[in-house]
């Protein structure tokens, strides 16, 4: 799946595995890491590898996020372009169907976010994307609401080459447990900061204990850049990291299924964002 920013990849990867593996936030560029999300439909696993939109980049985490998902999309049977229906026009997308051109796979387009579209609007559009002659079919899908989600994963199931399957039948995705937590933290920084705040932090969990009790007990170091961002993070008297904590906690809670004590750590590190280990955590290459 790959897309522009924002085009709605991450929603409809959790729509299709209907659970939560990649996070989802209306900031563009949430997205870092490459996952994949796995669905079974009758003979068929379909390995659905959610990308980071591809934009035009120019720091190094923003090449490594892109090289990820062009990388995605090399090594896949099929492209699925994403394309927000509301906003159909945008230089990345233009882009990213320039690239899919020479590709040497076959394209398929889900035309998403129909929910925001009247019907009317919508048909000259899938008509006039249909007609680039890049895709061998267009959907038209809501990952929001999983409108057409259904027909889309049937054509792919059918269309997908035989082969034998490639993961174990019960595994839903290859996110660890420890990255999704951070992510899920990360996920709240992103809503509940302003402007540039979230681009310049990132989130790694330190320590997962499972306790006697049944519950779990998560440590998290949030990296920030910069000293004069600390207390941004913290907010007056600790105010904003423990509502972090909390709405983070929670969703926590509500995904592992048990109660989790979430501790959030906060420390400046100038170079995380170029730290090689960092980027093999995230499943990024440093020299994209
Ligand atoms: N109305 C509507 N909003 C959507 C839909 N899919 C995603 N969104 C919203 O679009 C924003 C970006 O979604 P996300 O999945 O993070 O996009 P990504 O950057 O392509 O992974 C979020 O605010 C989503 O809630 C959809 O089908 N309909
Ligand atoms: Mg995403």
Redesign the pocket.
């Known amino acids: 799946m790959i897309?522009?920013?924002?085009?709605?990849?991450?929603?409809?990867l959790n729509r299709l595995i209907g659970a939560k593996i990649?996070?989802?936030?209306?900031k563009?560029?949430?997205?870092r890491a490459r996952a994949i999300g796995i669905l079974i439909h009758g003979p068929a696993q379909l390995v659905f590898v959610?990308t980071p939109?591809i934009f035009e980049p120019s720091r190094r985490l923003e090449r490594a996020m892109v090289s990820a998902a062009w990388r995605g999309a090399e090594t896949a049977d099929i492209v699925l372009l994403?394309v927000?229906a509301a906003r159909p026009a945008d230089a990345d997308t233009a882009r990213i169907m320039e690239g899919l051109r020479n590709a040497r796979h076959e394209a398929v387009l889900a035309l998403?976010?129909?929910?925001?579209v009247k019907r009317p609007e919508l048909l000259p559009l899938a008509d006039r994307l249909r007609k680039e002659g890049i895709f061998s079919r267009v959907f038209m899908?809501?990952?929001?609401?999983g409108d057409g989600v259904s027909e889309l994963v049937d054509y792919l199931a059918e269309r997908i080459p035989e082969g034998p399957w490639l993961y174990p039948e019960d595994q839903l995705s290859d996110v660890s447990e420890r990255l999704l937590a951070a992510e899920v933290t990360r996920e709240q920084l992103f809503l509940q900061l302003q402007q540039e705040l979230p681009y310049a932090l990132t989130v790694e969990t330190e320590s997962w204990k499972e306790l006697e009790d049944g519950s779990v007990r998560i440590d998290q170091i949030i990296y920030v850049l910069r000293e004069s961002q600390k207390p941004i993070l913290l907010g007056k008297g600790g105010r904003r990291i423990r509502s972090v904590g909390s709405a983070a906690r929670k969703e926590l809670e509500r995904m592992l299924e048990r109660r989790v004590h979430l501790f959030l750590f906060v420390k400046v590190r100038p170079d995380w964002i170029d730290r090689v280990a960092h980027y093999r955590a995230m499943g990024l290459e440093y020299k994209a």
């Not at 998403?112 to 925001?116: R, V």
């Not at 899908?141 to 609401?145: D, E, L, M």
């Open positions: 897309g522009a920013p924002n085009a709605g990849k991450s929603t409809l990649a996070i989802v936030t209306p563009v560029q949430t997205t959610d939109g994403l927000d998403n976010k129909i929910d925001l899908i809501s990952g929001a609401t």
